[in-house]
């Protein structure tokens, strides 16, 4: 159900743009502006034979309702999948990734519906934000320690993950299980930074290969110490990247955490 943007702009880093009032905002590092407002994705139909699929699925993967824009619409599509879910294997894992909601009234009723649904509950570090009212050092252990603990209170599924451009965690149930796959998404999602759509597994492989950012590794460790029961694993240096491509960053972690997955 992972929805694809319709149009989408990258930004690289010192770029400035001039706002309507005169601001100037300047971009402190490569990042894109996406759009995705055409009917096809505020409609979010879903697939007749989704409990037919559901059914063999061992893996089931949740996002998109943030395109919706009609609070009906949203009720019935979350009707629609819930009662699809119903015929999912017991043993299945059922991930949710969140995004930035065009309407940001109806992310509470989505979060609400998926924290009593989901195992894994997935947001990067600008949702983890919003959701908070406060911007977060992300190097800063004990800062990003307290932002957690307070998220996972507001947001209490099973097990918790965050992927920022320094790092990644997961906190919950699950979170010992999930090192590998944090691996999986942040190399991923930086063999996409780094070489864009046409890239092999063995660019994906020399990826893996890279060193840690210092900073990021610094914090990663510092949080697990800090916050009981985390699993933090450091994002790449990635700070020679040329020609940086920013669109489909999050996707790809996911991808990439999901294929990682330890399913035995």
Not at 136 to 165: F, I, Q, Y
Not at 169 to 185: D, F, K, N, T
Request: net charge negative; glycine share 6%.
């Amino acid at each position: 159900m992972l929805g694809t943007p319709t149009a989408s702009i990258a930004i690289a880093a010192r770029t400035q743009v001039r706002l309507a009032d005169g601001t100037q905002v300047v971009a402190p590092h490569p990042n894109r502006i996406i759009y995705a407002n055409d009917p096809p994705h505020r409609e979010l139909r879903i697939a007749a034979d989704l409990p037919e699929a559901l059914s063999r699925a061992d893996v089931f993967l949740l996002s998109s309702f943030n395109v919706i824009q009609d609070p009906t619409t949203l009720e019935t599509r979350l009707a629609q999948v819930r009662t699809a879910m119903r015929t999912l294997p017991a043993d299945s894992l059922v991930v949710f990734e969140d995004a930035g909601y065009h309407v940001p009234a109806l992310s509470r009723r989505v979060r609400d519906e998926m924290v009593w649904t989901v195992d894994v509950y997935s947001l990067n570090e600008d949702e983890m934000q919003a959701y908070l009212g406060r911007t977060v050092d992300l190097l800063d252990a004990s800062a990003v320690a307290k932002a957690v603990g307070e998220l996972h209170a507001l947001v209490p599924a099973p097990t918790l993950v965050v992927h920022t451009r320094y790092w990644a965690l997961a906190v919950g149930e699950r979170a010992a299980q999930l090192r590998p796959s944090l691996a999986g998404g942040i190399t991923m999602a930086s063999t996409r930074y780094r070489l864009g759509d046409g890239f092999t597994a063995d660019d994906y492989a020399a990826t893996g290969a890279m060193v840690p950012g210092a900073a990021g590794a610094r914090a990663a460790t510092e949080v697990e110490a800090l916050l009981s029961g985390a699993v933090v694993v450091p994002a790449l240096d990635l700070t020679d990247v040329a020609s940086p491509t920013t669109i489909g960053l999050g996707d790809s972690f996911v991808g990439g955490f999901l294929a990682a997955l330890d399913r035995r």
